[in-house]
C-alpha cells in the first residue's frame, strides 16, 4: 500500500505537509491521526509508517502530520491543526478521528483535543504516548527539553502547558501512555492534567522506554495497542 504525502497548501513548506496511507477496503468506523515526536526540533511523519502500515491491516484509514520543527509553539499548532484539516477532507462521511502523539506530538495532539480552533470538528479522542502534562519549568527539567520549551513557549508557559486548556466539559476522551523508563516528562505531571478531565485514563508501561510507540511489533507496543483498542472501542461505541 502506497503512503501518499500531501501539501498543506500550494506552495508549502517542507514540513507542512502530511503522508496519507488509505487501505483499499477502509472498512473501519474510524481514522487515526498520527504526530511524531522528536523533542519540537527534529522528527519527521515517516516515524509512523510502520504503524501506519499495521492499522492499514485492519482497514483503518491513517495520517501522519508534518509541522515546522524549531518554530515557535503557533507556528507549530498552525501546522498541525491545517494537517488534521487537510486529513478530515480526505475522509469518508464524518467517520471519527483519533489523534495518537509520541513525546512531543503527544504535547501537540493533546493541545489540539483540548482547544481545538473554531470551526474544526474535534477529534473523537486522543491518546498521547509519553508526554509532558505541563511545560512549566520544573526541578530536575532535562536541559535540552529546556532549552526547546523556553525557545517554543517564549515565555509564555501556561498557554503552551495542557494543563492550562484542561476543560472536562469540553474534552474529549483522552489516554495517557506513560513509561517506567521515561527520561524526560514526570508522571506526576500527567496524572494531575488526566485528573482534571472527566474521561481520562493513565496507563503505566513498567518496562517500556521513550518513544517506545513507533516499533508496533516490541511486546510494549503490542500492550499499548491493546490499549488503544480498546480505548478507540469504547469510544466509538458510546
Known amino acids: 500500500m502506497d503512503i501518499r504525502a500531501l501539501p498543506y497548501d500550494q506552495d508549502p513548506h517542507p514540513r507542512r505537509h502530511l503522508d496519507l496511507l488509505r487501505p483499499p477496503a477502509p472498512h473501519a468506523p474510524y481514522a487515526l491521526c498520527f504526530v511524531h515526536g522528536g523533542g519540537w526540533r527534529a522528527g519527521e511523519p515517516a516515524q509512523w509508517h510502520r504503524q501506519m502500515r499495521r492499522s492499514a491491516q485492519y482497514g483503518v484509514i491513517s495520517a501522519s502530520l508534518g509541522y515546522r520543527v524549531g518554530e515557535r509553539l503557533p507556528a507549530m499548532m498552525a501546522d498541525v491543526t491545517d494537517g488534521y484539516r487537510l486529513f478530515l477532507q480526505h475522509l469518508d462521511g464524518p467517520r471519527?478521528?483519533?489523534?495518537?502523539?509520541?513525546?512531543?506530538?503527544?504535547?501537540?495532539?493533546?493541545?489540539?483535543?483540548?482547544?481545538?480552533?473554531?470551526?474544526?470538528?474535534?477529534?473523537?479522542?486522543?491518546?498521547?504516548?509519553?508526554?509532558?502534562?505541563?511545560?512549566?519549568?520544573?526541578?530536575g527539567m532535562d536541559p535540552e527539553i529546556r532549552a526547546a520549551v523556553e525557545?517554543?513557549?517564549?515565555?509564555?508557559?501556561?498557554?503552551?502547558?495542557?494543563?492550562?486548556?484542561?476543560?472536562?466539559?469540553?474534552?474529549?476522551?483522552?489516554?495517557?501512555?506513560?513509561?517506567?523508563?521515561?527520561?524526560?516528562?514526570?508522571?506526576?505531571?500527567?496524572?494531575?492534567?488526566?485528573?482534571?478531565?472527566?474521561?481520562?485514563?493513565?496507563?503505566?508501561?513498567?518496562?517500556?522506554?521513550?518513544?517506545?510507540?513507533?516499533?508496533?511489533?516490541?511486546?510494549?507496543?503490542?500492550?499499548?495497542?491493546?490499549?488503544?483498542?480498546?480505548?478507540v472501542t469504547r469510544a466509538t461505541s458510546g
Open 96 to 139: 471519527p478521528v483519533f489523534l495518537v502523539g509520541s513525546s512531543a506530538g503527544a504535547h501537540l495532539t493533546t493541545l489540539l483535543a483540548l482547544a481545538p480552533p473554531d470551526g474544526i470538528r474535534p477529534p473523537a479522542g486522543c491518546v498521547a504516548l509519553n508526554g509532558p502534562g505541563t511545560l512549566h519549568p520544573w526541578p
Open 151 to 231: 525557545h517554543l513557549a517564549g515565555g509564555d508557559y501556561a498557554a503552551a502547558s495542557p494543563e492550562h486548556h484542561a476543560d472536562p466539559a469540553t474534552a474529549p476522551p483522552m489516554l495517557f501512555v506513560v513509561v517506567g523508563k521515561e527520561r524526560y516528562f514526570p508522571h506526576d505531571h500527567v496524572r494531575s492534567l488526566a485528573a482534571r478531565l472527566d474521561d481520562a485514563r493513565v496507563v503505566l508501561l513498567p518496562e517500556a522506554e521513550h518513544g517506545f510507540f513507533y516499533d508496533p511489533d516490541t511486546p510494549d507496543s503490542v500492550r499499548a495497542q491493546a490499549e488503544i483498542d480498546a480505548f
